[in-house]
C-alpha cells in the first residue's frame, strides 16, 4: 500500500484519481478548500503552511506520491487568483513536501494543460512566476486576461518542473506532469457558461480529434499509471491527453 498526498481531490479529475487510488488500497491524503482531510485556501501563504503542516501530522514516515491537482479555470476573478493557487500553491507544496517525498523515494505528479504551449516562455508573466515573484506575477497577469493567467500558470509550473527533474531525481524523486485536454468537470462547466470564453471553448471541444472531451476517468487512468512503480523510469515527461489536441495544432513539435 502506497500513501499519496493529493491537493483537489474533492471535484473532477482529483476525484476520480483519489476514487481509483483508494479503490487500489492506498491510502489517500487529500486537501481542498471544501473537503478532504485536510482543509485549506492555497491561494494564501497561511493555507499553504495549514496544508504542509496538515500532511506532515497524517504521513510523518514520508509520502509515495504528491499530485497538486487543485486548479482554477480561466474565468476565475481576479485573475492573480489563478496565478496563486495553479503555480504558487503548487511550487510551495512540493518544496515544502521534498523530504517525505524523499524518505519514500516518492514521485510529483504535476498536472500541466495542453493550452500550456500557447503562451511564450518569455512572457513577463511566466518569468515572474519562475523568479518566485508572487506580487510581480500577480500585478503583472491582473492587467490582462483570465486565459492568459491560466495558460501562463500551467506553462510556468512545467517549466519549473522539467528545470528540477535533475535535482530531484538525484535525491530519489521522480517528477512528471500530464497534460489534459478539455475535460467534462465542474470548472470546466463554469468556462462553458462564460461569455467570453464559453463558445470558443466548445467549438475547440467539438474539434478534438478523436470526436470528444475526456471524462475525468481517461485523464485519471494515466496519471495512476505515472504514480505506479510500473513507471518508475519516467522522468521529466509531459504526458498529453487531449485527444489528438496538441499534435493537431502543433504538428511539429513534440
Known amino acids: ?80 487568483l489563478i496565478a496563486r493557487v495553479n503555480y504558487f500553491a503548487v511550487v510551495a507544496l512540493v518544496e515544502g513536501l521534498r523530504d517525505l517525498l524523499q524518505a519514500r523515494q516518492g514521485n510529483v ?24 515573484d508572487e506580487d510581480g506575477a500577480c500585478a503583472d497577469i491582473d492587467a490582462r486576461e483570465g486565459h492568459i493567467a491560466y495558460a501562463g500558470s500551467k506553462r510556468a509550473v512545467t517549466l519549473w518542473m522539467r528545470r528540477h527533474v535533475v535535482e530531484y531525481a538525484s535525491s530519489g524523486v521522480r517528477l512528471n506532469a500530464v497534460a489534459p ?22 467549438q475547440f471541444g467539438d474539434s478534438v480529434p478523436v470526436g470528444r472531451m475526456a471524462q475525468p476517468a481517461d485523464i485519471a487512468n494515466v496519471m495512476r499509471y505515472m504514480l505506479s512503480e510500473e513507471a518508475s523510469y519516467v522522468c521529466g515527461s509531459v504526458f498529453f491527453i487531449d485527444g489528438g489536441s496538441d499534435a493537431m495544432l502543433r504538428p511539429e513539435d513534440f
Not at 491561494?43 to 514516515?61: E, H, K, Y
Not at 475535460?183 to 466548445?202: C, H, I, R, S
Open 1 to 80: 500500500m502506497a500513501t499519496y498526498a493529493m491537493t483537489g481531490g474533492a471535484t473532477g479529475i482529483g476525484a476520480e484519481l483519489r476514487r481509483q487510488l483508494l479503490e487500489a488500497g492506498h491510502r489517500v491524503i487529500s486537501v481542498d478548500i471544501k473537503e478532504g482531510d485536510i482543509l485549506a485556501d492555497l491561494s494564501t501563504v497561511a493555507g499553504r503552511q495549514a496544508a504542509l503542516d496538515g500532511v506532515r501530522a497524517l504521513a510523518p514516515q514520508g509520502l509515495d506520491g504528491f499530485i497538486p491537482c487543485a486548479g482554477l479555470p480561466p474565468v476565475a476573478k481576479p485573475p492573480s
Open 109 to 132: 505528479l504535476f498536472v500541466s494543460s495542453n493550452s500550456a504551449p500557447m503562451i511564450a516562455s518569455d512572457d513577463s508573466y511566466i518569468e515572474k512566476c519562475l523568479a518566485g
Open 181 to 202: 485536454g478539455i475535460t467534462v468537470t465542474p470548472l470546466t462547466e463554469q468556462v462553458f457558461n462564460d461569455d467570453a470564453l464559453g463558445a470558443v471553448m466548445k
